[in-house]
């Protein structure tokens, strides 16, 4: 067992080569995932049923989207059944807005960019899949890639604190494949709040205070427990305070001392 270990945070991120091991680990978590939901939605048949559930918007902005001719039925039907549970609530509001009162329990950051994607990347998309199809896809591919993304800051991470290369390597595997993993691929919002949470926590061990707010303040806007990340930053105000006020004393006692050694 390898006991390579480092003491700062520059000599951790040198000695550490496993950036492309984790990258790798982490798409192929994901294409594994995915490919799994697939086949067991091809050979079981679903518990949640909401995904028929499709009624259109209250406002009459989006209602005749639904209604235009699709040129790959399929497809945009193996997508838009994938959109059970939670996944409804996002998809509607990114096409509908906040409709009703139980809408408001589901924060505005996916729904965000989901609408934001599928009307810019992935609109020529919509004649070939439909509307809600594309706002689903738009789903899978912002929480993939943010689960990617969470990776990387989880070793990035991991190194500064274990100040060990190998142990924040194995670390970042089981985070790539840990057991609730389904919900980092799936149209949740725990790939977006894991990104900014553990962004917000390197950039604040990097002393990148800004960034880190910005990181803690987008991961409240996607899930309501991300205001608990403010702790961190009580936190590390407080240690800086204590700190700036140890080392004035040590400065100050240090300087009597000089005094009365000159006397």
């Known amino acids: 067992m390898s006991t390579t ?36 939605r091809s050979l079981l048949t679903p518990y949640d049923t909401s995904a028929s559930l499709k009624p259109t918007c209250l406002s009459s902005d989006n209602s005749g989207d639904s209604r235009k001719p699709i040129r790959w039925p ?6 838009e059944d994938s959109i059970v549970w939670d996944s409804v609530y996002f998809v509607r509001i990114a096409e509908c807005g906040y409709e009703y009162e139980q809408s408001y329990a589901f924060l505005p ?25 594309v706002l689903g896809l738009s789903g899978y591919v912002i929480n ?23 142990a924040a390597y194995r670390a970042s595997i089981l985070f790539c494949f840990n057991p609730a993993s389904i919900f980092y691929t799936s149209i949740y919002t725990e790939s977006l709040y894991a990104l900014f949470s553990l962004g917000g926590l390197y950039h604040l061990t990097s002393g990148a205070d800004n960034l880190a707010m910005l990181s803690f303040a987008a991961s409240g806007s996607a899930r309501s427990n991300g205001v608990l990340n403010a702790g961190y930053i009580g936190y590390h105000t407080m240690h800086q ?5 140890f080392i004035k004393r040590n400065v100050y006692v240090d300087t009597r001392k000089e005094g009365k050694a000159l006397l």
């Open 109 to 133: 950051l996916l729904p965000i960019c989901i609408s934001l994607l599928s009307q810019t990347i992935f609109a020529p998309l919509v004649s070939l899949i439909g509307h809600r199809a």
């Open 5 to 40: 270990s480092c003491t700062t945070n520059l000599t951790c991120l040198k000695q550490s080569d496993h950036f492309p091991s984790i990258l790798r680990s982490a798409i192929a978590s994901r294409l594994l995932l995915l490919t799994l939901i697939l086949l067991w």
């Open 241 to 245: 305070a204590y700190n700036a006020m």
């Open 74 to 79: 399929s497809i945009a039907s193996a997508i």
């Open 144 to 166: 993939n890639i943010a689960f990617v993304l969470a990776a990387v800051y989880f070793y990035r991470l991991s190194i500064i604190i274990l100040k060990d290369p190998e």
